[in-house]
């Protein structure tokens, strides 16, 4: 992607078209508006769009051309393209692009320098349109949109769809657009959908792509009416997502961010183009550069931590080359209540901690390891004193405590809930030796809450709070390792993993899909930051302990389970996967993946195979396969020429054979291998 030459994205529209146009010629708009938004009074879009989008409201085609704005700095070039209305509001498109071209980051600012308020119903942070150039005329059969899906402990599955099957193909008249919008509600922002879309040309072999930032609810819409297609995004507005915002004479809002690319090839390579955002925007201390091992305590004694059995479990995994410990929930319950009930007020269990929080983290810096913790500073659960005692501090919807089940929402631009989280979670943390924290979220709030604007607008800023809590944390003690969790994976967007060291991938703890999600996610969070589950239990052959270690090659290795109770053989097949890991570290922090599979339909019970291919900066190449029911006998993967074995992590290493760029696994029903490969002299 270049940058456009000056006033290359000024607004302009005129259409290239017959009422009927000649078989094979294109129709469609040259130019479209730079800025999507909608004010309130202006009249919403017409031909039957109005209740699926409000794209191509009056409201863009009030703006005019004012000025364009270039800045070259540390290798970036910002243009920033300034529309006016005649009452003086202010429109700039920011595209921020990065010198090799391998993304464009793009945003927009609205200045109310009118003499009124005004309300905004919508604002996208970006509307591109013109896929695909090279085609002339509707290219039937040629598009293909890409939708990453989600639900719990199911993150990441890749879906694509022909256009026409979502009947974005243009009509016999072009004045009817059709719009594709979709996203997520709420506060858990990859709950349904990840931000991501892409549309591939594959008649051309080019494809293009989307990943947004947003904490709270966004949307994205592919559109089309002509032979052009395009795709906008942003905040959720306020048909999807019940937002509206007033702007007072001299108020200005920045949307969201949204990074863009275009490439030749296919869904790998533009994700990895986009993933450049996420890898220019890391912001990790230094003890993460090696990829630490963790052990997470939680699925060995699931919400029962205690001084004892921690000691315990401290002895057994100490000096086998893990790097973190981490305390989960429950440190903090009463005798008899479930952990995920009392989250809110924090005081640790004497009868859990007899010797206190902090001695337990001392022990664990004692035995070569950083200590952390878990919490969930956003929610109150209902056994919780807070639930009761603080609700004027809590969100509220319909002027009413906006509850669950089990949970009540601290108000996080409230000062005196920042104040409590900064006694009851910062502090903490310090005063208790803590250098890791693991932060959970495990409900969303749905709609949005009561604020003065929308309920929309209330959650938008509720999230835009506990983002700055986030950032508080890390200023507040320097070299913090914090670890991003939401049930799971309901938080792998782009701007909550900027603020944090890692998360975790999902809480599919010890299913035989962990490879298939672990896989699918290197598309869309960079892997060194992606922690997967490797649970092990008693009765673990050595080949589901093959299978469970090298899932963790797809990302960040989090070993759990019964570790106290195994055998020297189990240990020894573990012991084996985390020397293998650090080995393979260097490419799994720094490498480009490419997904080989062969797999059924079905995740929760897959058949059939899979392997990731991952080349490393320095040219090393790490494969991590997995072969499921009724997979062949043999799965062949190509590799770079020229490489050798340097070395094979599985149950059988002799299944593994390399002829010159043909790497050759044979398969037994679900096993794991992990294979690196060097350059040969």
Partial sequence: ??????????????????????????????????IQCKILGDNYPSNYLSGSSMLESDTPYRFRFDREEREEKDGRVTVRTVMKTESGIEATAVSEFRADGRYVAAYT?????????????????????????????????????????????????????????????????????RSLRFGQVGSMPVKDYFPFAAVEDRKNGLIWGVAMECQSSWQLEVFRDDDGIGISGGIADREFGHWMKRLAPGEKLTSNRAYISVCRGGLDDIADRLLDAQRDALDVPPSEEKLPVIFNEYCTTWGNPSQENIFSILETVKNRGIDYFVVDCGWFKEEGVSWDISMGDYIPSEALFPDGVGNVAKKIRSCGMLPGIWFEPETVGRAAKAYGLYTDHMLKRDGLTLTTKARRFWDMNDPWVRDYLRERVINFLRDNGFGYVKIDYNETVGLGCDSGDSLGEGLRRNMKASVDFFREMKSAIPGLVIENCASGGNRLEPGYMSLCSMASFSDAHECVEIPIIAAQLQRLILPRQS?????????????????????????????????????????????????FYKLAAPVIKDGRSRLVSHR??????????????????????????????????????????????????????????????????????????????????
Avoid at 15 to 34: L, N, S, W, Y
Avoid at 110 to 117: A, F, L
């Fill in 1 to 34: 992607m270049e940058y456009p030459e000056k006033g290359g994205q000024r607004f302009g529209m005129r259409i290239r078209t017959a009422d009927e146009p000649d078989p094979g010629k294109k129709r469609d708009r040259i130019e479209r508006p730079v």
């Fill in 109 to 177: 600012e609205i200045i109310n320098n009118s003499d009124e308020e005004i309300t905004l119903e919508m604002l996208a942070s970006f509307s591109v349109y013109g896929i695909s150039p090279y085609n002339d005329g509707p290219a039937p059969e040629s598009y293909v949109l890409h939708r990453a899906r989600s639900k719990w402990s199911r993150e990441a599955r890749f879906v694509e769809e022909p256009l026409e099957d979502q009947l974005l193909e243009d009509s016999w008249n072009v004045w009817h657009m």
């Fill in 531 to 579: 922690q997967i589950w490797c649970v092990i239990r008693e009765n673990d052959s050595l080949r589901r302990i093959a299978y469970s270690i090298a899932a963790t090659f797809l990302g960040r290795m989090c070993l759990s389970g019964d570790v106290t109770g195994l055998s020297p053989e189990q240990w020894e097949m573990i012991d084996g996967g985390i020397a």
């Fill in 600 to 681: 059924g339909l079905s995740d929760r019970h897959p058949t059939g195979w899979q392997a990731s291919v991952r080349t490393g900066a320095g040219g090393d190449v790490l494969v991590t396969a997995h072969s499921f029911a009724n997979p062949p006998e043999y799965g062949e993967i190509d590799v770079p020429e020229g490489m050798k074995i340097k070395s094979v992590y599985a149950l059988d290493k002799d299944a593994v054979t390399l002829e010159g760029s043909r790497l050759r696994i044979k398969f037994d029903e679900m096993s794991g291998f992990g294979v690196l490969l060097e350059k040969t002299e």
